[in-house]
């Protein structure tokens, strides 16, 4: 595997000044030695000046520019020489070659996936992964095109992250699609994140950002959401229910207010509950009568 080196090179400024300067001296080499005619020390001087002319050009080959949150990855005749990450006008070897690479924030939206849930209900699903490169020897040689990687991984984790999960659940401790998105959205970064490693990427953030049930199911799935729903909130409302009659029926007997036989209070349960768990308002009735009849 291989791992990145810095090698920043040269302040670029002060070997530029250098660079004018030498071919300050070439220029006047030439002309002087061109004004010096028929003389055996003129030749010399111009063949010498024409002679570090090119030379002087693949030299100012070295320079290079690393804007800032960007590299430069430098390689000398194929082989990985190090990486450029000091912003600014640098200078190398001119035999480097120099390939960008940008160290900036970036985001990735992936396509409506279509999956099914840990339930086997067919979804759509789609996220947005943002991340950036932190190692770039590993984006550069390890993968053929990280950018390509960093797609098709991700879609990869995202299908197998929904198939880990139920799309809704009505029970507090399940962890599902809809209900526990902060979960889910760390789930799916560790799941991105281990797949990327070897590319030199760091996920930043892995969330959600579409979920659906399939268009072929939609219309049964909703019919079966809001009757798990129902069934849901009957079952809360049953559970209070019988906690008020338990309360109703210890505060009578501690305050001796009346005094109930078990049939009567059964009937004093069954017309509690039915108050309490109806659906629809109850209709009183005034009992002009007595209850020992």
Not at 107 to 133: C, H, M, T, Y
Not at 234 to 256: N, P, S
Request: aromatic letters at 8%; hydrophobic letters at 45%; glycine letters at 6%.
């Amino acid at each position: 595997m291989v791992r990145e080196r810095l090698r920043h090179g040269l302040p670029g400024i002060p070997v530029l000044i250098f660079a004018l300067v030498a071919l300050g001296s070439i220029v006047w080499l030439f002309f002087s030695s061109v004004e010096t005619q028929y003389r055996e020390a003129s030749v010399g001087g111009v063949l010498t000046a024409i002679a570090l002319l090119p030379l002087w050009a693949l030299l100012m080959k070295g320079f290079f520019m690393v804007a800032p949150n960007e590299a430069k990855v430098l390689q000398l005749f194929g082989d990985y020489a190090g990486t450029a990450k000091t912003s600014g006008l640098r200078y190398a070897n001119p035999f480097y070659k120099k390939r960008k690479l940008s160290l900036r924030v970036r985001n990735f939206e992936s396509g409506q996936l279509k999956v099914n849930d840990s339930e086997g209900n067919p979804i759509e699903i789609a996220a947005v992964v943002v991340w950036r490169v932190v190692e770039t020897a590993e984006a550069t040689f390890e993968v053929d095109n990280y950018e390509h990687y960093v797609h098709v991984q991700s879609e990869a984790a995202l299908r197998n992250a929904a198939t880990s999960y139920p799309y809704d659940t009505h029970e507090d401790h399940v962890v599902s699609l809809r209900g526990s998105t902060g979960a889910v959205a760390e789930h799916l970064k560790a799941e991105v994140q281990q797949r990327l490693d070897k590319a030199g990427v760091e996920v930043l953030e892995a969330r959600i950002s579409h979920l659906a049930y399939a268009p072929e199911i939609a219309s049964a799935m909703l019919q079966r959401q809001q009757a798990g729903a129902i069934i849901a909130a009957r079952q809360r409302i049953v559970e209070g229910a019988v906690g008020m009659v338990e309360m109703a029926l210890q505060m009578l007997a501690h305050k001796g207010i009346v005094t109930l036989d078990e049939e009567r209070k059964a009937a004093m349960v069954s017309n509690l509950l039915v108050v309490l768990c109806g659906s629809k308002d109850p209709q009183p009735i005034v009992n002009t009568g007595t209850i020992h009849q």
